[in-house]
């Protein structure tokens, strides 16, 4: 892990951020107190649509109308 003083980090947060991009981290530090750090962001891999398809079930009690008792807990009529 890297340590630089605040005011380094003012002058050179582009190159900064060129090193955590290659995986360094920065930590910014003002006198010898730590205050914050910079580290790479995870990339997240886009979402696939149908990515669950088939991995659930739906019965068919899912579809029979609720017990009264139950239905008057939700507001229902």
Same mark, same amino acid.
Do not use: C, Y
């Given at each position: 892990?890297?340590? !630089?003083? !605040?005011?380094?980090a %003012? /002058?050179? /947060?582009?190159?900064l951020l060129? %090193?955590? #991009?290659?995986? +360094?981290?920065?930590?910014? =530090? ?10 790479? +962001?995870?990339?997240l891999?886009p979402?696939v649509?149908?990515? /669950? ?7 068919? %009690? ?5 017990? =009264?008792? #139950?239905?008057d =807990?939700?507001?229902?009529?």
């Amino acid at each position: 892990m890297k340590t !630089v003083t !605040v005011h380094e980090a %003012e /002058l050179n /947060l582009t190159g900064l951020l060129a %090193e955590v #991009e290659k995986g +360094v981290d920065v930590l910014i =530090a003002r006198g010898d107190k730590p205050v914050a750090r910079l580290v790479a +962001v995870a990339q997240l891999k886009p979402r696939v649509f149908g990515a /669950l398809k088939g991995s659930g079930r739906v019965g068919p %009690e899912f579809f029979e109308p609720l017990p =009264a008792n #139950e239905l008057d =807990a939700w507001g229902g009529k």
